[in-house]
């Protein structure tokens, strides 16, 4: 496994140590606003899944 892909709302901080400790990339699905997108940062995932990629693009060329 190279890769999981929580819901959003299985996603924990333990959850993305653990995996990423195995050298398991975690990218989130759905994450659709600026709430989830810096709570999701701040655990450290690989990248997300959102219905919203422009303003999550907006976003991450922002939060930079």
Do not use: H, Y
């Amino acid at each position: 496994i190279r890769v999981i892909l929580p819901m959003s709302d299985l996603l924990t901080p333990e959850l993305v140590a653990d995996a990423q400790s195995r050298d398991i990339e975690v990218v989130p699905w759905t994450l659709d606003d600026l709430e989830q997108w810096e709570k999701a940062k701040k655990m450290g995932v690989d990248g997300f899944v959102s219905d919203n990629p422009c303003s999550a693009r907006q976003w991450l060329e922002g939060a930079g």
